[in-house]
Structure formats: structure tokens, C-alpha cells
């Protein structure tokens, strides 16, 4: 996210997040729209070759996605090295836990991956009342990195990234 961008989204949370009610027009109606605030939809439905298979986008800080679980998803979010890359899952809709959510980091020529993993624990519950379930990981290349997100929970959800 450019600094013209990252200014603007961040007054626009804290105006929300402070003096919402003074300013309704300016903020969100709820969780959903306060998570996709100041983003845009992006379908991530083309077809990037990465790491011996395919990803729909290129995510940036600007967009977030929409999908629904069980399944998986694969984009791309570009890095400079020694940052992280944090993976924002608004859930939309929670129907079933799974026992099996995981997402993936990949460096540049996917030599290395570094992976969060449930392991059966409760995704909705991590996720807490915001219904957001953050995971982080920092990478340590430059470059186009893979992130891959799998679960077998069944939910509706929104995604968004951050990168530090």
C-alpha cells in the first residue's frame, strides 16, 4: 500500500473506531463493513503461475476477498524482505468448526514455507467476538510470496492482508 493509501485508511479507522457515532456516514453499519472499510472487492478469479501451481490475485493492502469454507484459496502478496504478512479472516457465517484450518507462507521459488495450523482447535472461538481470525508470519525474502489457505470449517468469510 502506497503512504497516500495507508494514510487514509488508517484516519478512517480511527475515526471509526473513536467518534463513529458523530461521523455514522464515514464508518461502517457493522462487523463486515468495518472490516472491508476504505477496501475493495477483488473476485480473484485469474490465474497466476506460482510455485508449480496456480493463484487467482495478487492481494494487496487496498482489497480483500470473499469465499467460503470448506475449501481452499491461493493468491499472491508481494513483500520486501524480513517483513510479515498478516492474513485477516472476517467469518461472514459459522456454521462448523472442522478440526483442520491451516494457512501457508511461502517464500519467492517456494523453497521455504513457514504454515499456521488449527490443530483442532476451535477457529470461531480464536476468532473471539470480531469474528477475525489474524495469523501472521514473517517472511524473509523479497519478492512475490505464495499464501495458500486451507480449512475444512464450514463458514462464509471474508479476507484481507497486512503486510509490516
Do not use: K
Not at 485508511?9 to 472490516?35: D, H, Q, Y
Not at 512475490?144 to 484481507?160: I, K, M, N, P
Request: glycine share 10%.
Amino acid at each position: 500500500m502506497n503512504e497516500r493509501h495507508r494514510g487514509r485508511w488508517n484516519v478512517g479507522r480511527l475515526i471509526c473506531g473513536f467518534g463513529g457515532l458523530l461521523v455514522a456516514s464515514a464508518c461502517g453499519t457493522g462487523p463486515e463493513s468495518n472490516f472491508t472499510l476504505g477496501l475493495e472487492l477483488d473476485t480473484c478469479n485469474s490465474t497466476f503461475a506460482v510455485c508449480q501451481t496456480t493463484a487467482g490475485c495478487i492481494l494487496n493492502e487496498d482489497e480483500y476477498l470473499e469465499g467460503s469454507f470448506p475449501g481452499s484459496r491461493e493468491f499472491i502478496v508481494v513483500a520486501d524482505e524480513e517483513q510479515i504478512i498478516n492474513v485477516d479472516i472476517f467469518f461472514r457465517t459459522q456454521v462448523a468448526t472442522g478440526f483442520d484450518t491451516e494457512v501457508q507462507w511461502s517464500e519467492p521459488g517456494c523453497f521455504d514455507t513457514f504454515q499456521y495450523r488449527s490443530d483442532g482447535v476451535d477457529i470461531f472461538f480464536e476468532a473471539g467476538n470480531d469474528r477475525i481470525l489474524s495469523v501472521g508470519q514473517q517472511i524473509f525474502l523479497n519478492g512475490d510470496h505464495l499464501v495458500q489457505v486451507f480449512s475444512d470449517a464450514t463458514a462464509e468469510y471474508l479476507l484481507r492482508v497486512r503486510v509490516e
